[in-house]
């Protein structure tokens, strides 16, 4: 008997489950996404320019691991799915890239591929292969790369994908075989017909002309089939222009690109000193030419080839470490390098290139002002972002010539400077910037009381202590909140004297409470006796100061574990002040653990 519940009823155990729809995915899941992509993106883009252990692609791809990771704890995998030119999350696009010899879901999708999934345990090393088999695979031809071939042999744990067998496919669509039966599998024989025989009677053989009546070889009819299956299968004239000119695209290798590999293979290949000079005078000439074309990223490229070149030759050949020197310092010239600025100033976007400010960073100290003009060229806090980084990175190549550009001229771009100091923590940093804080005018003092800040050193806390009697409050205010504490005799002398100071007692009081707790790190005699002295019975002048800085005095001595604040505590316990009385007792019954008792 038939089933009551249809062919769809859920007792059917021939039918399969149904596919619930996509989830709308959250704003903030689709951004995380979006950002793992982009960090994928450049890391992808670095390794074009670098090897993988250099630190522009290390930085990319610990920072895409950790966004990963951070993705993971929340959702059980990131399951993207792959386009032409694009991923997408749960519908959305997530990552486009129409540009195939750029994109990473094309490198993917020609093979295949239809989707890509990381889930939750992804390490360090299995990502690093990743990257690797998809830069490597980029490098080659398309008939010669297989990134879906080359990541299932890797037999991820924790990066799994779908795909389609292209080849196969193909072998389905266009080469269809026609059916031929096996001669054994026929039933050999012959049939006799008598004369008279009643099944022959009145049948003729139909005109040789009658196809409706004459009927059809079998093997005809299977290679006929064939030929609609190939027919119906095949790509239209349009497909194939547009597949011939993706694989064309795909393929063609930028000429100054093949140069320069040119140009390298050479150089590597010298044997003499004549040669690898010769050489790399050539190299210099083609530098200068591409930069001129405002290809920064192959500039960069090869600067940096020539920049490892350099620590190889340390060692092994220090005679051929002038001529690579001398390339380098050759784009130095204040001729070429006013072309750059005009042609970058005229085109901001190649400003904000990271590839463009790698090539100022290998420049050296002389791309320095190219940095300051660019950026009050045309202010973006982009760029200015971008500058700090470049400032921090070449403080630690060259400080001295870097430091030099805080006096050149006080902008915004000097506030990159003063930042990249202050996180650089170079010897010559505290030197450098408490000169600065010797003028008082200086614009950024601020900034570089913060700079200040950042470094441990007993001298950073001298330069910064030496403004706390500035007449500026914001000043004042700046250099309390900055102050690293360091258990010197000789700053706890110095701010002593600041707050003996009869100026003292006319501070807001977010200073005094930064003053007295500051003195109360030492947790000393003398300075738990100093505290003391401002716990009194207020008079009539002053009196609201006196009480407020009496209430300050008690919650430093509170915190303060020697004994010698807590007998200052039990003798002002003793005065008329009621609420000054009722302070001490709460501090020091928070010591004892007893309760405050009630007057």
Request: aromatic share 8%.
């Amino acid at each position: 008997m038939p089933s009551d519940k249809g062919p769809l009823s859920n007792s059917d155990p021939n039918r399969d489950e149904p596919i619930s729809p996509v989830s709308l995915p959250d704003p903030k899941e689709l951004k995380a996404v979006q950002t793992i992509l982009s960090f994928t993106e450049k890391t992808f883009n670095q390794l074009k320019i670098f090897p993988f252990r250099h630190d522009n692609v290390l930085n990319f791809f610990r920072r895409t691991h950790s966004e990963i990771t951070a993705f993971l704890r929340n959702h059980p995998q990131i399951d993207l799915e792959i386009k032409e030119t694009a991923f997408t999350y749960k519908d959305e696009i997530v990552l486009s890239e129409p540009d195939i010899k750029k994109s990473i879901p094309f490198l993917l999708f020609k093979d295949g591929m239809q989707s890509l999934v990381f889930s939750i345990g992804l390490q360090e090393k299995e990502l690093e292969d990743f990257f690797l088999i998809l830069h490597e695979c980029s490098q080659l031809p398309p008939e010669e790369s297989d990134t879906v071939y080359s990541i299932w042999e890797k037999n991820f744990a924790h990066i799994h994908h779908t795909a389609t067998d292209l080849m196969l496919l193909m072998r389905v669509k266009s080469e269809v075989q026609p059916y031929e039966p096996d001669p054994a599998d026929m039933f050999m024989g012959s049939v006799n017909w008598e004369e008279g025989d009643g099944s022959q009677e009145g049948k003729k053989d139909p005109p040789p002309g009658d196809l409706d009546h004459q009927e059809e070889n079998p093997e005809n009819k299977l290679q006929r089939e064939s030929e609609q299956l190939t027919k119906k299968s095949a790509l239209s004239k349009e497909e194939q222009s547009t597949l011939q000119r993706m694989i064309l695209a795909s393929r063609k290798i930028n000429p100054d690109d093949e140069l320069t590999a040119l140009y390298l293979e050479i150089l590597y290949m010298a044997e003499n000193e004549e040669g690898f000079t010769t050489s790399i005078n050539s190299i210099a000439e083609h530098l200068r030419s591409i930069i001129k074309k405002n290809d920064f990223a192959g500039a960069a490229y090869l600067v940096g080839s020539i920049r490892e070149m350099e620590h190889e030759y340390i060692h092994q050949n220090p005679a051929r470490l002038p001529p690579l020197q001398g390339c380098i310092k050759s784009l130095s010239d204040p001729l070429f390098l006013d072309h750059v600025r005009k042609t970058v100033t005229s085109d901001p976007v190649s400003a904000q290139n990271d590839e463009f400010l790698l090539l100022l960073n290998f420049l050296g100290p002389a791309s320095f002002s190219l940095i300051r003009d660019l950026y009050n060229a045309k202010k973006s806090d982009a760029f200015y972002l971008k500058a700090y980084h470049f400032f921090l990175k070449a403080l630690q190549s060259d400080p001295s010539s870097l430091l030099m550009q805080l006096s050149i001229g006080e902008d915004d771009i000097s506030r990159a400077v003063i930042t990249a100091l202050g996180d650089s923590r170079l010897p010559k940093t505290v030197e450098t910037l408490s000169c600065l804080l010797r003028n008082k005018n200086y614009i950024y003092l601020e900034d570089v009381i913060h700079a200040l800040g950042k470094i441990d050193h007993v001298d950073a806390v001298r330069a910064i202590l030496s403004l706390i009697g500035d007449s500026r409050p914001n000043i004042r205010f700046a250099a309390l909140k900055n102050i690293v504490f360091h258990n010197s005799p000789s700053l706890q002398k110095d701010l002593e004297a600041h707050i003996r100071y009869p100026g003292f007692q006319t501070r807001s009081p977010k200073e005094k409470i930064l003053l007295l707790r500051l003195l109360g790190k030492f947790n000393n005699e003398r300075a738990s006796t100093l505290i003391g002295r401002f716990i009194r019975k207020p008079g009539w002048i002053h009196r609201k100061k006196n009480l407020e800085l009496a209430l300050i005095s008690i919650s430093v001595l509170e915190k303060m574990t020697i004994p010698v604040a807590k007998r200052e505590l039990e003798r002002k316990r003793k005065l008329k002040n009621n609420k000054i009385r009722r302070a001490c007792r709460k501090a020091t019954a928070a010591e004892t653990g007893q309760p405050v008792l009630k007057d």
